[in-house]
Structure formats: C-alpha cells, structure tokens
C-alpha cells in the first residue's frame, strides 16, 4: 500500500512510500482511506521539528485527521463493512495513569501516551489502516466527506466542555459574549460550537480578505481585523498561539472571565509586568487554562456538533481538496487556504 512517510527530526524527508499492509496488532477493524486532514502539526512534522517513529522503525507515517471506510469488522464489533469511520489520535499509556484508566487519555499525567501519526504510532496517512473498535468512531453517513473535520473539532469540542464546566461554579453568572482569537480552522469550528451554545460571537484574526470574514458573518458572529475596542468578553477560546494576542486576550476579558488556550506557542520573548497580570486575574476572579487533544467523549460531541451544522458551511471550511497523485501540494500554505485535505479515494 502507499503512505506517507517521513524521517522524524530530518527536515523534507517526506515521501509517498510503498509499505506493508497494516499490522492487525494496529486492531480488528481494517479502513479503507479516504481522506486526510492536513495541518500545522504535519507542517511541523514534516519540517523535522516534531515527531517519533514507533519502535523498531526509521519512518513514521503521518496523518491523523483521518476519515475512512470500513472494509473488514468483527460481527460483534458494532461496525460493519462500508460504515464511514474516524480514528481517535491518542492511546493511553501503558501504564496506565489514573487519567487513561479512566478514559481520560487527553488528560495523561505521566506523558507516556502514544498518538497515531504522531509520537511512536503509524498514522492514518495511508491506504489502508487498522483501529481498535474502542478508537474507532462511526460518521453519520449524511456528513460524507465532511467527516474529515470530526478531529479538530474534537478538541474544540473538549475546549468548550472544559470552559462550561468552569462557568457551572457559579449560580449567578451567565456568560453572554464569546471571543475567539484566530479563524483557522480550530478557531471557526471554536466558533461554530459557540454559537450553537448561543453566546454572542466575535472572532479575531489578520486576514482582512478571503473567505474568512464571510465564513464569520455567516455563522452570525462579527469579524475583526486588529483592534477589538472596547469589547470585554466573558469568554476566550485563544487559538493562535501567538503571545501578544495571549497576553491581549487575557488583559482584556471581562471580571470572572475564562480565557482558553487552545494553540501552541512557539518561542516568543515579551517584557511582562507579572504584577499587574497577577492583580487582574486575583482581583476579578479570571481563570486561563490550557487544552490539547480529546477523548472519546468529545469525538463524540464533535459528531453531534457536526451533525447539526450547516453542511454548505462546513464545505467551504475545506478550501482545497487534493488528489493523492499530487500529495506534495497539500503541504504548501497558499493564502487563501482554511482547511486543505488530502484525497486518497472518493
């Protein structure tokens, strides 16, 4: 079968390779692949700076925005042949930690856990795969290829499970205004769940052209370009990872606001008075926390939330739809680019 490939740490070691089958030891149920999101962590995978290959191998396959077709299943599996499937990213550690014992894997405590096409697991990135029934997660067969969008809709989902569980504190407040830093594609999902919670919305970003703002407007929110005014929200989703939008973000929410960091930093170096920060958030009781990938709960909540999306929305999530026999291109950043996904069969 063909897969994607790459050397982890070596920069540009991406190939489309000829590889065994996949193990049955990878689970009982075998995928036929049909599409694979692309995003910043494969860019970054690819680039050499993250990455590790399963034990006893050079080479990683890549992926783990999957979404596939079964083609073989246990009777007993609760999949049959032809179902359209998502495999979950992250496998609890060995261990286990009293977080992955619980079914909390996205919360490991001991950082053992492995992910699929990420940290010592072959990914999805291939033409066929293999999961676990207990990591494989059924699509509503009217979302068709719009499935590819369930995993980073997973964690947005988790991110708003997370912030809800914080505002349930409180018997009296009742949060009313949603801000969203970032229009990528985990910042608009962040924004389509708000907005299906009913919160006021308003989203954040650089672009001032393509199909961004028009994706905002259309999901009822305001979009801004650079200055926010005077707009105090109660809640942040923050999903750029950029410091200075960060450190804004949390500047500006409201007293008992909630900021959620949902993007990754890189190194970034700002002068910080750490005393000020320290009696805003003391004095008007904020909380900022962090929140990284999902469990099955949340694959769960990214389904129900997709389901009832509009689906002419989410297509124009997915700007670009690339053929496998010109895979390269799936890898560049074009500007006006959302979502691009990766074709390895209609």
Not at 9 to 36: K, Q, W, Y
Not at 147 to 174: C, D, F, N
Not at 182 to 197: D, E, F, T, Y
Not at 263 to 276: C, I, N, R, T, W
């Amino acid at each position: 079968m063909r897969a994607l490939t790459v050397e982890p740490g070596r920069p540009n070691s991406i190939a489309l390779d000829e590889m065994p089958p996949p193990s049955a030891s990878d689970g009982d149920i075998l995928v036929r692949a049909l599409a694979l999101g692309i995003c910043g962590t494969d860019r970054e995978i690819v680039a050499g700076e993250y990455g590790q290959a399963p034990a006893g191998s050079e080479r990683l396959i890549i992926g783990h925005e999957s979404l596939g077709r079964v083609e073989e299943a246990p009777r007993d599996s609760g999949f049959a042949p032809g179902d359209l499937v998502v495999g979950i990213v992250r496998r609890p550690d060995p261990v286990p930690c009293p977080a992955c014992a619980a079914g909390e894997w996205d919360m490991c405590r001991n950082g053992r856990y492995t992910e699929r096409g990420i940290k010592q697991r072959h990914g999805y990135g291939a033409e066929q795969f293999r999961l676990e029934r207990d990591f494989a997660v059924k699509i509503d067969p009217a979302l068709g290829a719009l499935g590819v969008l369930m995993e980073p809709t997973s964690i947005v989902a988790k991110a708003w499970e997370q912030v809800e569980r914080i505002v349930a504190r409180s018997a009296y407040w009742h949060p009313r205004i949603a801000l969203v830093t970032g229009a990528g594609p985990v910042g608009l999902l962040a924004a389509l769940i708000a907005k299906q919670r009913g919160y006021e919305l308003h989203v954040l970003d650089r672009d001032e052209h393509g199909p961004k703002p028009a994706l905002v407007h259309d999901l009822g929110g305001t979009y801004h370009v650079g200055d926010l005014g005077a707009l105090a929200p109660d809640l942040v989703i923050e999903c750029t990872g950029a410091v200075p939008v960060i450190l804004d973000a949390i500047a500006r929410a409201a007293p008992n606001g909630i900021v959620c960091l949902a993007g990754v930093s890189g190194s970034h170096q700002v002068k910080l008075d750490m005393g000020a920060l320290n009696r805003t958030m003391v004095l008007e009781n904020d909380v900022v926390f962090g929140s990284v990938n999902a469990n099955r709960r949340h694959y769960a909540a990214a389904a129900a939330a997709l389901t009832q999306a509009d689906k002419a929305w989410l297509a124009r999530l997915i700007s670009r739809r690339v053929p496998l026999s010109r895979w390269r291109e799936a890898f560049e950043n074009r500007a006006d680019d959302v979502k691009v996904a990766l074709e390895f069969a209609q």
